[in-house]
């Protein structure tokens, strides 16, 4: 794999840097119930800056991924205000895009078609152009036209990731899109889509239930439990980050208030987490 | 699948299908030469090749395969058709489907050969009578095939499609369709097969040209030679039409990994 992958350039505040690019969050009191009565999120807050990197974890079930689908506008609320860049959400937005645990790719299009489904509403010659350009960020302009059936699966995700980015989205939503892959590719991957962000200054919310690369990435990490906001911890460590001590604090700190056991009325604190 | 089949070295492939009709034919001609069996029961090959000859030196058999393909054809542009878009109206559009699926399911359940006595009855012996048949047949394939195609594409592509905000026209033409190609080229591929079938079955019955036809007056004058030709010609036609079929699977699925290029010639 090519080297370029594995270093992680320091730039300048990438919160304020990336300003004017990305669009900020701003969730009040949000609910979400399904019509056979379950309500999965309650009286949720959250608010996200323009250009932060939050990343949501908790147990299986808990409504993180409910809580992405109705920010990227899948899924409609059932009450209070979900704001994107001060706007009242409705509906799909072409600056919000989202990476999905599976790559979702067109096996019928080759991955420089699939890349440019991406950029809607530009001419054919301009959108291959800047499809090239995304292939080439993920490091995979040589298989353009290859179908995707005989990419890896980190080689998916990259071209999905190249599909999400070819639009110069303002908000990335990543919904476990790593959960598939194995450790190396994960690192790997990890590292890309952290010096992407870096680079472009979007607004990105991580899903996961890895709680190690949710202190990896993230700005902040933010804990859900019972449908609501049950924990939201600043990670002040620099970046590229180290697995240091530091590093091992958040995680530990993070990992602790998952499995607190009186989080979980009549139930043992169960292991549902990957480390 | 490659890795699991016993390497031949590749250049038998285009000989290793002939080797058994080569076989079958050179024992036929034999036991025929040697009279083994009696050319009043069973013609040889070389008789049969010979009525060929004769049928189209005289434009009989040149008039009756032009009749039959002419019918098979418009059977199954006007069923495949229908059942196309049925098919398709019905995978997309739930007031369609309660509407009519359980109606087409309840006819398909009819062996449409069963209706030759009424056919005979309402289109004479004529085209009409067999066009209509044909494409009663090749109607339920195709509408089956077209209608499970469209509800087995994957909905998570159906959702990123959205995201990445396809318009209806758009979802349709990049993401439905080609998910419905490959269960629709299988219905299409039946229903070669059926239109042939029931062709065969409506010529022989009634008609007054056609290669049906040629069997049975044949038949009447005891011409067992042109009795096998027909046969023969029913079994070309079939194999081209299969022929075909792969060939667009090969090509409308190009990007399968079971038709591209690593499976090369090895399709079933």
């Known amino acids: 794999m090519a080297s370029a992958f594995w270093k992680v350039e320091r730039e300048a505040d990438p919160v304020t840097e990336g300003a004017g690019r990305g669009i900020s969050i701003e969730l009040a009191g949000v609910e979400k119930s399904f ?76 991955v420089l078609d699939n890349v440019r489904l991406g950029a809607i509403g530009l001419t054919r010659k301009e959108a291959e152009e800047r499809a090239r350009e995304a292939l080439r960020l993920v490091g995979l302009e040589s298989k353009e036209n290859d179908w995707p059936s005989v990419l890896s699966g980190g080689q998916r995700q990259r071209v999905a990731l190249a599909r999400a980015l070819v639009g110069n989205p303002r908000l990335l939503l990543l919904d476990e899109p790593l959960g598939a892959l194995d450790a190396l590719t994960r690192i790997e991957m990890q590292r890309l889509i952290e010096r992407i962000w870096l680079q472009q200054g979007f607004t990105a919310l991580l899903v996961t239930h890895d709680v190690s690369e949710a202190v990896a990435l993230a700005d902040r990490v933010i804990l859900i439990e019972n449908g609501t906001v049950a924990l939201d911890l600043a990670i002040t460590l620099a970046r590229p980050r180290e697995k240091d001590n530091g590093f091992a604090w958040f995680e530990k700190r993070i990992l602790d208030r998952v499995l607190e056991p009186d989080a979980l009325p009549g139930k043992t604190a169960e292991m549902q987490f990957e480390i | 699948m490659k890795t699991l089949r016993a390497k031949w070295p590749t250049r038998l492939d285009g000989v290793l299908p002939w080797v058994v009709p080569v076989i079958v034919i050179a024992v036929w001609q034999l036991t025929g030469s040697l009279g083994l069996i009696s050319s009043r029961i069973m013609p040889t090959p070389v008789q049969v090749v010979e009525a060929g000859v004769r049928l189209t030196a005289n434009g ?24 196309f878009l049925f098919g398709i109206l019905n995978g997309v559009a739930k007031l369609s489907e309660k509407l009519t699926d359980s109606t087409i399911q309840m006819i398909r359940n009819v062996p449409h050969l069963a209706l030759i006595p009424l ?49 209806r026209g758009a979802l349709y033409r990049k993401v439905i369709l080609p998910g419905a190609l490959p269960s629709i080229l299988v219905g ?21 040209d056609g290669i049906g036809y040629m069997a049975m007056n044949a038949r009447e004058f005891f011409q067992l030679d042109v009795v096998v030709l027909c046969i023969v010609l029913y079994a070309l036609l079939g194999k081209f039409s299969d022929v075909l079929a792969k060939w667009l699977e090969r090509s409308w699925l190009k990007w399968h990994p079971h038709f591209g290029k690593w499976s090369g010639k090895q399709t079933p």
């Open chain 2, 119 to 167: 056919v005979i009855v309402w289109f004479g012996i004529g085209d009409e009578g067999k066009i209509f048949l044909v494409s009663l047949g090749v109607l339920f394939p195709i509408y089956l095939n077209t209608l499970h195609g469209i509800r087995s594409v994957d909905p998570g592509l159906i959702e990123m499609g959205r995201v990445y905000g396809l318009g």
């Open chain 2, 60 to 83: 009989d058999l040149g008039k009756a395969l032009a009749a039959s393909t002419w019918r098979a054809l418009a059977g199954f542009v006007i069923g495949g058709g229908i059942g």
């Open chain 2, 188 to 208: 299409l591929r039946y229903a070669l097969g059926i239109m042939w079938l029931t062709l065969i079955v409506a010529e022989t019955i009634s008609a007054k």
């Open chain 1, 35 to 110: 019509g056979n009565g379950l309500t999965v999120l309650k009286s949720l807050n959250l608010s996200v800056r323009a250009g932060e990197f939050v990343a949501v974890v908790g147990r299986s079930g808990c409504g993180k991924s409910t809580l992405l689908r109705l920010i990227a506008g899948l899924d409609r609320i059932s009450g209070g205000s979900l704001r994107r860049d001060g706007k009242e959400a409705s509906g799909v937005d072409p600056a919000t895009r989202v990476m999905f645990q599976d790559s979702r790719l067109l096996p019928w299009q080759t």
